[in-house]
């Protein structure tokens, strides 16, 4: 587990230590952590990542340079990736690219099997309603998350584009101010709102000329993001070396 001090590495193992199937071979926190030297589900905590050496699967929620130091070590190992963490870069994109050639690599912005049906019913929606229907994203988040908009809202974003059958970077927009005309056709907007404790909304809005659709899915508990992770974890371990996404594990 990468990241055992976080909220989610912490809930992740929670939920692992309460598991048959799995063991926490190893608990890889960065230097400074607090839990440096601790023990976790019967594994040391340790800011080591050639620890991965030993694990079949490594589950990450940590940083973007976190996230490539550790695909580059485990790229020496073998070791499958199931990679939670956001806001990824060219590096740690990069990073993860070479593992998938010689392991599988499962990288999501949300684990939940409620978002990743919502995936399917947006692309869906989209590709039947076609364009005579604006399209509009709103996510809400907590008031500690650092990067927006949301991965899921961008995974949000891409699954109405796949709809539409068109490239997400030529007609997304994350902010309005300002005389900023009429509305794009084809344009896909994502709003992102932040405060509270919120773990995370996201809408999917389908604006039409006197009706309106909207797509949601709230999460009420972080649980459901770990209990996904480690689902992902047990169906990644074993398969080919290549990309994979939730919607290969729950079969969508």
């Known amino acids: 587990m990468l990241g055992p001090s976080g909220r989610m590495g912490r809930r992740v193992i929670e939920l692992l230590a309460a598991r048959s199937d799995m063991t926490l071979s190893a608990a890889i926190d960065h230097p400074a952590s607090?839990?440096?030297?601790?023990?976790?589900?019967?594994?040391?905590?340790?800011?080591d990542a050639g620890r991965l050496a030993g694990c079949a699967v490594y589950i990450d929620f940590t940083t973007p340079e976190?996230?490539?130091e550790a695909a580059r070590a485990a790229a020496a190992h073998r070791v499958a990736a199931v990679v939670g963490t956001t806001g990824l870069g060219r590096a740690a994109?990069?990073?993860?690219?070479?593992?998938?050639e010689v392991a599988p690599v499962l990288v999501a912005a949300n684990f939940s099997l409620g978002v990743n049906l919502l995936l399917v019913l947006a692309e869906t929606a989209a590709r039947a309603l076609g364009t005579g229907f604006d399209l509009e994203i709103v996510e809400a988040h907590h008031r500690h998350k650092r990067d927006a908009p949301s991965g899921t809202a961008l995974a949000l974003a891409r699954a109405l584009a796949a709809g539409r059958g068109v490239e997400l970077e030529k007609v997304l927009t994350t902010a309005r101010s300002g005389d900023v005309g009429a509305r794009p056709d084809g344009e896909i907007g994502v709003v992102a709102l932040r405060g509270?404790?919120?773990i995370g909304d996201h809408t999917a809005h389908f604006l039409g000329d006197g009706e309106r659709i909207e797509l949601t899915h709230r999460a009420g508990s972080r649980d459901l993001f770990a209990a996904?992770?480690?689902r992902a974890a047990a169906w990644l371990a074993g398969q080919a070396p290549g990309r994979y996404t939730m919607r290969d594990v729950l079969g969508l």
């Open 196 to 198: 509270g404790d919120v």
């Open 93 to 100: 994109e990069s990073a993860l690219a070479s593992l998938e």
């Open 228 to 230: 996904g992770a480690l």
């Open 34 to 47: 607090p839990l440096i030297g601790q023990t976790m589900a019967g594994a040391p905590v340790t800011s």
């Open 66 to 68: 976190a996230t490539e």
